[in-house]
C-alpha cells in the first residue's frame, strides 16, 4: 500500500464561490466539478489541490483530508482490524472511487479512497 497524494478539503455552503478566490486571483484551474464539490488545482502529477465542498458526497460529512492510496481494500481492511473508528464503511460511488472514512487519533474524518481503474 502506498499513498499517492493527499488533498485537503474544506467546508463551504457554496462552492462555487471559491472560484474567484482560488482561480482567478491565485491561478488555480478548477480540475473538478460535480456541483457539490470543487477541486483546484494546476494539473500534473503529484501537484497541490484544494477541494471546497458543501457535503462529502453520499450525504456524508466534509472529511478533512483526502488520502489517495493504491489498494484502499488492503487499508480498509487493516484500519477494520486497527483502534480507529470507521465512520463511514466502503462504498463504490457513482463519480468512480472506492472509499471509506476513518476518524483519525485527533477525532479528524480522513476521507481513505482509491480510483476505478
Known sequence: ???RRIVANLHAADPTAAKAFYGELLGLDVLMDHGWILTFGTGGAMTPQL???????????????????DNVDELYDRVKTSRYAIVYDLADEPWGVRRFFVRDPF??????LEHAT
Do not use: F, R
Open 51 to 69: 477541494g471546497v465542498a458543501s457535503e462529502g458526497g453520499s450525504a456524508t460529512p466534509v472529511p478533512v483530508l483526502s488520502i489517495e492510496v
Open 1 to 3: 500500500m502506498a499513498v
Open 107 to 112: 477525532g479528524n474524518i480522513i476521507n481513505i
